[in-house]
């Protein structure tokens, strides 16, 4: 069913300048609009619509609405920041790694097949980046991978951004709002993503490489057997699950498992550790990031007076899922047939690929 759409101002690709003076003017305007204070420069202040000539003279202008911002681009952007690692392999996945000049909030290491490519590219924050910062490299786009990483006291404001000749996308999958949320976050919606990134960029022909890859690796998985499943993302006192309209519940219900909280209507969602004590489930899938790894969440379990007596405790029966691999983008497909293919596992008493220490 074709969702609901809500229409603002429109946000313009505008051409890259590499003037040290444009850059002056950019820092200048935001802090002007960040401190909403008056002040004057004497260089021009950027057009409110400025487009690059550069591009190829095949391509086609696009103009999405995305999360309910309107985003026109007359040429494919050729300085990009990406924040939030599923923007940047998503990027890299595409063959579009010379467009990056700046990556921002890593959950965790590139895979191999792709680390090569990022490695000379600037790693501007270790979270969000600050607008300075991000304005220091000079971004045609900002690609972000959560609504949230666009706000006054991160990147900045999808508007003052698009009023500096910068403009925004954001990942569907991640848009938050009714009419805009997928609900429930499916396939179709991660490889929708893939093909509409490939557009942006002028890239059809990639995309749908990727897209073919993705598909292949789907068709070939063996779903499990419907061992239940708790995703514990993050939290120790109040852990933070899969819920069941997001990533979680569609690599979970694509590797044959069923998600214990899947009747929660969100992605994730907080719970008590006597919920999961109650359910037992049959498997832990514990997500692997940056700043709570699953050798942390293993620890944790083994202490706990009332978790380390559950099963998949006892058993050690636990799945690992690299954290840029639990939210929509070029890895799900691979990280769903890990899924699958460890439960097998798990059934049979064989040792569990651990995707973490893959490439």
């Not at 003076?21 to 200048?28: D, F, I, T």
């Not at 202008?61 to 998503?90: H, W, Y």
């Not at 049959?282 to 978790?307: I, M, T």
């Amino acid at each position: 069913m074709p969702r609901a759409r809500r229409r603002t101002p429109r946000v313009t690709a505008s051409p890259p300048r590499t003037s040290t003076g444009r850059r002056s003017v950019l820092v200048a305007v935001a802090s002007c609009t960040l401190l909403l204070a008056s002040c004057t420069t004497n260089a021009p202040a950027p057009g409110p619509s400025a487009t690059r000539s550069s591009g190829p003279a095949s391509y086609a202008p696009v103009t999405l609405d995305n999360c309910g911002t309107e985003v026109t681009f007359d040429a494919p952007p050729q300085r990009v920041v990406a924040i939030k690692s599923s923007t940047t392999e998503m990027l890299l996945a595409l063959g579009l790694a010379d467009t990056l000049v700046g990556t921002a909030f890593a959950d965790g290491p590139l895979p191999e097949r792709w680390a090569d490519d990022a490695a000379d590219v600037p790693v501007l924050s270790d979270k969000v980046p600050g607008q300075e910062a991000l304005l220091e490299v000079e971004p045609d786009l900002v690609y972000a991978g959560w609504e949230s990483n666009l706000s006054a006291d991160g990147a900045g404001e999808r508007s003052t951004l698009g009023a500096l000749g910068i403009a925004t996308y954001v990942s569907p999958s991640a848009c938050k709002e009714p009419g805009y949320q997928p609900d429930p976050l499916t396939f179709d919606d991660v490889l929708h993503e893939i093909r509409e990134v490939g557009d942006v960029f002028g890239v059809p022909d990639a995309a749908a490489e990727v897209v073919a890859e993705q598909q292949a690796t789907l068709d070939a998985i063996e779903p499990a057997d419907g061992q239940t499943a708790v995703w514990w993302s993050s939290g120790t006192d109040t852990p933070y699950v899969g819920a069941g309209i997001g990533a979680p519940q569609m690599l979970l219900e694509t590797a044959g498992l069923t998600n214990v909280f899947a009747d929660v209507h969100d992605t994730w969602t907080s719970v008590g550790w006597e919920q999961v004590v109650s359910a037992d489930p049959d498997v832990l899938v514990l997500v692997d990031s940056a700043w709570n790894s699953a050798q942390k969440k293993k620890d944790f379990l083994a202490a706990h007076p009332a978790a380390s007596q559950l099963t998949a405790v006892r058993e050690q029966r636990y799945v690992v899922v690299p954290f840029a691999a639990s939210e929509a983008g070029v890895r799900n497909a691979q990280a769903a047939a890990d899924l699958a293919e460890a439960a097998r596992a798990l059934d049979m008493g064989t040792p569990v690929p651990d995707p973490t220490t893959q490439g």
